[in-house]
Structure formats: C-alpha cells, structure tokens
Nanobody
C-alpha cells in the first residue's frame, strides 16, 4: 500500500510561484509513474502533469505547459510540481497520484493511489 502526502500549497498572488511536493512511502517508488491532478470547486478533476518510472518521460497539460514542471527525486521518494507564473484559474486542490502502469499516464482512472490534496489559491 502506497501512501502519498502532498505539501507546499498556499495563497499566492498572480504571477507568483509555488512548489508542491509529494512524499511517497510504503512501496518501491521507482515502480510507479507519478501524476499531479487538480480539482477546482464545481469542476471535475483534471490532469496536470505526469512523469514515468525513471523520470525520462514527462507530459504536461496544455493549460500549464511552459509554466509548470513535474520532476521526481528517487533518492527522496518525492515528486515535485514547480508552478511559475500562476494565474487565478490555477486555483484548485492539487492531488498527487501513483500508478503501476508504465509510460505516460493521463487518465485519473488509471491511478492506483492518491494523496489527500493540497490547496492552491491564486489571487488576482
């Protein structure tokens, strides 16, 4: 059973930056592709970014491409989401997820484990 704990959320002004972290435990980190999703009030959960087992393949949603960067540190069993040039529309609860599927995984239904989420609020 993999446990995921997110941190790093908060309140930031538009144009600012945040770095989210997701610490994994209870499993072999390198066996899992990792992803970030977000859910705004009244909206469905949406894909943000994913990184494969080795970190060699990454993919970002068009809405965040060029502003957000996903990365992983296997020595620390942690995945990160660096968020720059934040916009009010980025306001959401951000979730970290892990999947045993290989490659680039963008569908939330294919993820096996989820964190509790961390709130990101961007003020205009």
């Amino acid at each position: 059973q993999v446990q995921l704990v997110e941190s790093g959320g908060g309140l930031v002004q538009a144009g600012g930056s945040l770095r989210l972290s997701c610490a994994a435990s209870g499993g072999t980190f390198s066996n899992y592709a990792m992803g970030w999703f977000r859910q705004a009030p009244g909206k469905e959960r949406e894909f943000v970014a994913t990184v494969n087992w080795t970190g060699s393949r990454i993919y970002h949603a068009d809405s965040v491409k060029g502003r957000f960067t996903i990365s992983r540190d296997s020595a620390k069993n942690t995945v990160y989401l660096q968020m720059n040039n934040l916009k009010p529309e980025d306001t959401a609860v951000y979730y970290c997820a892990a999947t045993s599927k290989g490659g680039v995984v963008r569908r939330s239904s294919e993820y096996d484990y989820w964190g509790q989420g961390t709130q990101v609020t961007v003020s205009s």
